[in-house]
């Protein structure tokens, strides 16, 4: 059975930092890797798709990137902003599944 | 495109009666999932469904629960003789294909999720 898991579980960092976010995954048979942004009591925002043939992608200040082979996806953020703040979810599809399987998040906190 | 849309937003029962929630997926998407996420725990599948069927409930609880897809209208998750343990927020998500299956860069949209509290 698939298992994601997202280090670190919490992250605080001054705003205007560069940061990285992981997320590893033990089935490497994966469809697609996507990253989510979810805010207090509110759904989630996809951020990114990363298919299993590709190797990153990249949206304004977003930059993931796939390590398919050895189970392992980031997340980096650049030039960090309070509004940023949220808990970031890894999510894989299996080929064979018809579900994603997530990671339990990481919770940012940009301080101003 | 109103995205994901779910009803109700919040949604309180009290033990014993029944819990209806209710997901209309983006426009084009014909594939719904279900998701539930437990207080300090991730996002877990519950059903995935297309029109009129129920393509994998693997991830459903044996007894209570029940989803559906009709011809018309919403995906409906229903939840019968609701405990205190059923108090998490669901989630309804949709795909234009599903996943796996060599389309392209398709993604779940996920939508803003009924928070049920049982008291």
Redesign the interface.
Same mark, same amino acid.
Do not use: H, V, W
């Given at each position: 059975k698939q298992e994601v898991t997202q280090i670190p579980a919490a992250l605080s960092v001054p705003e205007g930092e560069n940061l990285v976010l992981n997320c590893s995954f033990t089935d490497s048979a994966i469809y697609n890797l996507q990253w989510f942004r979810q805010d207090p009591g509110k759904g989630l925002t996809s951020l990114l798709l990363i298919q299993s043939s590709q190797r990153e992608q990249t949206s304004g200040r977003l930059n993931a990137s796939l390590d398919k082979s050895s189970g392992r996806s980031t997340l980096y953020i650049a030039a960090s902003q309070p509004g940023d703040s949220a808990t970031y979810l890894c999510a894989v599809t299996s080929n064979t599944g018809n579900q994603f399987y997530f990671g339990t998040g990481t919770s940012l906190t940009v301080i101003p | 495109n109103a995205g994901v849309m779910?009803n109700p937003r919040h949604l309180v029962r009290r033990r014993g009666q029944e819990a209806r929630l209710r997901c209309s997926p983006m426009k084009g998407h014909s594939h719904v &999932?279900w =998701?539930r996420q437990l207080p300090e725990?991730?996002?877990?599948?519950m059903v &995935?469904l297309q029109k009129e069927n129920i393509?994998?409930e693997s @991830?459903m609880p044996k007894e209570r629960f029940s989803a559906e897809f009709p011809k018309e209208g919403p995906s409906i998750l229903r939840i019968q003789q609701v405990v205190r343990g059923d108090s998490a927020a669901y989630?309804c998500?949709s795909s234009q294909f599903?996943?796996?299956q060599g389309r392209g860069?398709y @993604? =779940?949209?996920?939508?803003?999720?009924t928070?049920l509290t049982v008291v």
């Open positions: - | 779910q &999932y =998701y725990e991730g996002l877990k599948f &995935y393509i994998d @991830g989630f998500a599903p996943p796996g860069n @993604g =779940y949209t996920f939508g803003s999720g928070r």
